[in-house]
């Protein structure tokens, strides 16, 4: 079951617990759990990825969607859509993730595989989105003119993270939807994208975000395929953050993992996850 999107090298962010993750490529990621903000705060939703399967994934397109995406509430984005956050005199492009999953015993846990945020020059037209697994989003990248990685997760080379030996570094993030959640519409968790890596963008330019939630299977026990409910990404506008939260979630390896090998990365992962707990004081605060 696991493994769908399992490489070489996982880089594994405990998320289980409120905190705060300083993204290799630029971005930061925290949970709503632990900040404070002021202001009206607005979820402007633009990627819908509905399923009960395991794995899932999805691509905001206003063309033709993934079978896992609700298209009603999914669409490509302008640039002059994504609204901007500014945080210790950093300018953001601000995004949030509201995690839905059952609260049945065992199932709140969620593992998000792959964030990609995509600009082009022309729409994606009826370019199909990805399969539930993640596959088939090669139609959309190669199909896609002017396609160019505003954004990642994963480094990988190329467009297309699916692709064979495509991604250099694997990054996993693993939440807890009873611990983090905040019910239905509003974001657990922030994504900001340093306004930095949108350089040269133009107003004409179109943004498609893919995500790939599940894919980390089994985990020190824990299941972290998705379940009952919808995933959901949005803009996110109209709040000043007085304050992250205080822990800083550090990344840790897990070991090489093959394609059918889910019960090796639980107990690799054992291991790593009793010197996970290496909290600092966070030093960034708005
Ligand atoms: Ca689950
Ligand atoms: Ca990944
Ligand atoms: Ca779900």
């Known amino acids: 079951m696991a493994g769908n999107w399992a490489y070489a090298q996982t880089i594994a962010y405990d998320v289980t617990q409120p905190g705060l993750i300083q993204n290799a490529n630029g971005a930061l990621v925290f949970t709503a759990s632990g900040t404070s903000s002021s202001g009206t705060g607005t979820f402007g939703g633009f990627l819908t990825i509905n399923s009960n399967n395991p794995q899932t994934s999805g691509i905001s397109t206003s063309g033709t969607?993934?079978?896992?995406?609700?298209?009603?509430?999914?669409?490509?984005?302008?640039?002059?859509?994504?609204?901007?956050?500014?945080?210790?005199?950093?300018?953001?492009?601000?995004?949030?993730?509201?995690?839905?999953?059952?609260?049945?015993?065992g199932e709140s846990f969620i593992s998000l595989d792959s964030v990609v945020l995509y600009r082009a020059t022309t729409s994606s037209g009826a370019a199909a989105g990805p399969n539930a697994n993640g596959s088939n989003l090669s139609t959309f990248t190669s199909t896609t003119a002017g396609l160019s990685v505003v954004w990642s997760l994963d480094s990988f080379t190329g467009l297309d993270p699916s692709a064979t030996g495509a991604v250099t570094q694997d990054s996993v993030l693993l939440f807890d939807t009873a611990v983090l959640g905040r019910g239905s519409g509003v974001a657990?968790?922030?994504?900001?994208?340093?306004?930095?890596?949108?350089?040269?963008?133009?107003?004409?330019?179109?943004?498609?975000?893919?995500?790939?939630?599940?894919?980390?299977?089994?985990?020190?026990?824990?299941?972290?395929?998705?379940?009952?409910?919808?995933e959901e990404f949005g803009r996110v506008s109209g709040l000043t953050f007085t304050s992250l939260p205080s822990t800083i979630i550090s990344p840790s390896v897990i070991p090489e993992a093959s394609p059918s090998a889910a019960l090796g990365i639980g107990l690799a992962a054992a291991g790593w996850w009793r010197a996970r707990r290496r909290s600092q004081t966070a030093s960034i605060t708005a």
């Open 65 to 105: 969607v993934g079978a896992d995406v609700t298209g009603a509430q999914t669409s490509t984005q302008t640039f002059s859509q994504l609204p901007t956050t500014v945080i210790n005199s950093v300018t953001y492009r601000s995004f949030g993730i509201d995690l839905n999953e059952s609260q049945a015993s």
């Open 188 to 230: 657990d968790i922030y994504l900001m994208i340093p306004d930095s890596a949108f350089a040269g963008s133009q107003s004409g330019d179109y943004f498609y975000l893919y995500a790939a939630f599940g894919g980390a299977g089994v985990v020190n026990g824990q299941n972290y395929e998705n379940s009952g409910g919808f």
